[in-house]
């Protein structure tokens, strides 16, 4: 099978383009699929000057000065890779969940080394520095003074500052690429902006005194929502990735393992994958992701990916690295910014989902947001997990009820995945609703900086049904990759009354709970051992 691509050579530059607003971060973001035209086709798109709101504009950046650029290449064959990934979900097709190695998916749509060559090469030749590239092909990382990447871009260059305070640049006007790698190229990141942020913060209000800082415990939770764990399917032999700007101490994991007791035989290890990982202070949320998960799949390995910074070429770069090496069968993403398309994140998501990988995210605990849903939880190949509040009591669960700050609504961006289709209860009948399920985010204990602390949001709910997930992998001896399918086609069985808690009470500012689907709590709160035996999942 040929993987040479066909060359246009009518064409003189290809826009990248896809705009988004990143408004609570202040960004308002071009990033998309390499679109080809000419300048003289489409002169007011070459024209374009972005908004940056938020982000203080330091003026065009000195030629001089070196920047880093991110460059993805395309896969081949898309289209027989976007029929695999149907028939992979479609459980009267002979390639349900028949997922693929690393290399398969290599072999088959993968660039190859000639296509990277020829990108390497053009950038060179051009005045790029070639720092790196992925063990797959598929990204390029390169560096050069501003002043050659906005000829050869065709773009110009500012520097900014975000709330950081960090030397940060970003493009102004879109980037271009010569026809010649625009058949080759899928994006380009030719800026270093932060576009996430964690969500888990501490809150000092006094809980339910299940644990030493008045927060509940993964015990607490297991029992409440039934994990597998309770039947001795804890995670072994299956692994969790964690994306994440910090790392967190041993000494902290231990002392909360210690505590309860939980007995951990899975590993934890840990993969730099830029930046030193450790500099960025968000330790608390790496604490409580990585807790969360191994205490409630105590069996289970997990590895945490640092980046030196939640930018899209960093977090798309920890994407890259998870899924060429598949290792892990789940991933957790406990950040979120405002809704935006990134063709090197959603082609890494693809490739995930095609080895059987499953990728959640918290779905933001600002509530409905003024109708800005988050990123990457929006993503439809993404179960994106709101928040609840829980009651507990005598070692049983008691009441369930929407969090007022669980992230919910209606993407502008992302039209309706075929699984929310003939979904009552949307808020959308054309476009991505989120979240899809929930569990609780309001409170929990969490030992980090050599203390206790007590944690809120939704970062909580995803690491707990990330560990869900691999439990579920365990039971069925299997891994379900891009599970968004399965789940709905529950809900809409009699099943989903025994395997969910549906959440009726409580509201997110613009949406209320209610009986079946709704933009606070989604289909409501798994069951997990229910769940995990349904033979419709």
């Known amino acids: 099978m040929s993987k040479t691509p066909m060359l246009s050579k009518a064409l003189h530059y290809s826009f990248i383009l ?97 296509q990277l060559d020829r990108v390497i090469s053009e950038l060179q030749q051009a005045g790029f520095q070639i720092t790196k590239t992925s063990s797959d ?70 809980g339910p005194t299940q644990g030493p800082d008045g927060g509940y415990t993964p015990v607490a939770l297991a029992r409440s929502f039934k994990f597998p764990v309770q039947n001795r399917h804890n995670g072994a032999g299956h692994t969790a990735a964690i994306i994440i700007d910090s790392d967190v101490a041993d000494y902290d994991l231990t002392s909360f393992f210690n505590y309860f007791p ?127 509040v829980i009651s507990y009591s005598s070692r049983k669960y008691v009441h369930n009820e929407a969090w007022s700050g669980s992230g919910g609504g209606v993407s502008n961006i992302f039209a309706i995945p075929a699984y929310q289709k003939g979904i009552t209860g949307l808020a959308s009948t054309t476009n991505r609703n989120v979240p899809d399920v929930a569990f609780p985010a309001y409170y929990t204990d969490t030992f980090v900086n050599g203390g206790w602390a007590g944690l809120e ?21 299997a891994r379900m990759g891009w599970v968004n399918a399965a789940i709905y086609s529950v809900f809409k069985t009699e099943g989903y009354a025994t395997d969910f808690y549906d959440v009726t009470n409580g509201n997110n500012g613009g949406y209320s709970a209610k009986t079946g689907y709704d933009n606070v709590t989604g289909i409501g709160s798994p069951i997990g051992e229910a769940l995990a035996t349904d033979p419709n999942l």
Do not use: C
């Open 262 to 388: 939980i007995h951990r035989t899975g590993k934890i290890t840990r993969e730099i994958v830029s930046g030193s990982g450790a500099t960025n202070g968000d330790v608390d949320e790496t604490a409580l992701d990585t807790e969360t998960i191994g205490g409630l799949a105590p069996g289970a390995n997990i590895i945490l990916y640092l980046i030196g910074q939640l930018s899209g070429a960093d977090i798309n770069g920890a994407a890259n690295q998870i899924v060429s090496e598949n290792k892990a069968e789940a991933v957790n993403m406990s950040f979120g910014g405002n809704e935006f398309t990134d063709p090197t994140f959603e082609a890494a998501l693809q490739q995930g989902n095609a080895e059987g990988i499953t990728f959640v995210a918290s779905s933001g605990d600002k509530g409905s947001n003024g109708g800005i849903v988050s990123w990457p939880a929006v993503e439809p190949r993404v179960l994106a997990l709101g928040g609840t």
């Open 137 to 206: 092909r598929v990204l390029v990382y390169a560096k050069a003074s501003s002043a050659v990447v906005e000829n050869f871009f065709k773009t110009e260059i500012h520097s900014v500052k975000q709330e950081d305070g960090n030397d940060r640049y970003m493009n102004v006007t879109p980037a271009l690429l010569p026809d010649t790698l625009a058949p080759l190229v899928l994006a380009v990141h030719v800026d270093n902006l932060i576009v996430a942020k964690v969500g888990a913060h501490p809150d000092s209000i006094t």
């Open 457 to 477: 949001g939704t970062s909580w709910s995803s690491p707990s049904y990330v560990a869900l997930q691999l439990e579920i992998n365990q039971v069925k001896g």
């Open 18 to 114: 896809s705009g988004l607003a990143l408004t609570s971060l202040g960004v308002n973001r071009v990033y998309a699929e390499a679109v080809t035209a000419t300048a003289a086709d489409n002169p007011a798109v070459g024209a374009e000057v972005l908004h940056v709101p938020g982000v203080q504009d330091l003026g065009r950046r000195a030629g001089s000065i070196a920047i880093d650029v991110m460059v993805s290449l395309r896969f081949d064959h898309t289209e027989e890779l976007d029929q695999l990934l149907k028939e992979q979900i479609d459980p009267s097709s002979s390639n349900y969940r028949k997922f693929l190695t690393a290399a398969q998916f290599d072999e088959r749509f993968g660039p190859t080394a000639e």
